[in-house]
């Protein structure tokens, strides 16, 4: 039984260009939440979307970021035109269940933006 | 809103010693609390959980967490720390729509 699963694991980007992050939660869980973490900080909370659906958004910055969860195929973070402050690992988490449960989380895509 | 403090950014434990790691939340409902472990360049691994019940919870590697209810608290312990325990450690309640909310995460770091 696979865990959740990202990729890429590693993803540089230049400034301007576009990042896309993928997220495949573990079988059986129809739940996924980006969380984003900066140097010497915790994780913050960015999204938690259902299949098709955007729950919560309250994390997401307002601009250049977006989250879909399709019907079909993994779960994408999108970031327009990055900035040297998106370098971040950025984790997704999968449940089975809405609350209370636990998070199951992925290795992680380490973003680095020159 | 919710929160969750973990006052040691750092600490250093010898092998074979016992490790307390310190958490304290702000939430208003009954918490629901997690303890994370991360090793570098790692995803974050579920140490335990309490939802209800019991307020000593035992969980993987050895590790335990009492919640008390009256101190906001949530601290975990190992009553003796392997050198393979090197990480960093996250607290975290969850709160809203599933989400959950960390603290900034102590340090670990064991001496031989």
């Known amino acids: 039984n696979a865990g959740v699963m990202q990729n890429p694991r590693h993803l540089v980007r230049r400034r301007g260009q576009e990042a896309r992050l993928r997220c495949s939660p573990m079988?059986?869980?129809?739940?996924v939440y980006w969380y984003r973490q900066l140097p010497e900080e915790g994780l913050k909370f960015m999204v938690y979307?259902?299949?098709?659906?955007?729950?919560?958004e309250s994390g997401m910055p307002k601009e250049r970021f977006s989250a879909e969860f399709p019907k079909e195929g993994p779960s994408i973070l999108r970031i327009q035109q990055v900035v040297r402050g998106d370098s971040a690992a950025y984790f997704c988490a999968s449940s089975p269940l809405r609350e209370p449960n636990e998070q199951f989380f992925g290795p992680g895509t380490r973003l680095t933006v020159l | 809103a919710q929160s969750v403090t973990q006052p040691d950014i750092h600490i250093t434990v010898s092998e074979g010693a016992s490790l307390e790691l310190r958490c304290n939340y702000s939430y208003g409902a009954t918490p629901y609390l997690f303890w994370y472990v991360q090793s570098p360049g790692q995803g974050l691994q579920l140490l335990l959980k309490y939802f209800s019940g019991d307020t000593l919870v035992q969980g993987i590697k050895g590790f335990e967490a009492e919640f008390k209810r009256s101190q906001s608290s949530f601290n975990l312990r190992k009553p003796s720390v392997h050198w393979s325990d090197a990480a960093e450690y996250f607290c975290a309640v969850l709160s809203g729509y599933s989400t959950l909310t960390f603290g900034k995460g102590t340090m670990l770091l064991v001496s031989p």
């Open positions: 979307l259902q299949k098709e659906n955007i729950i919560d």
């Open positions: 079988k059986g869980h129809s739940h």
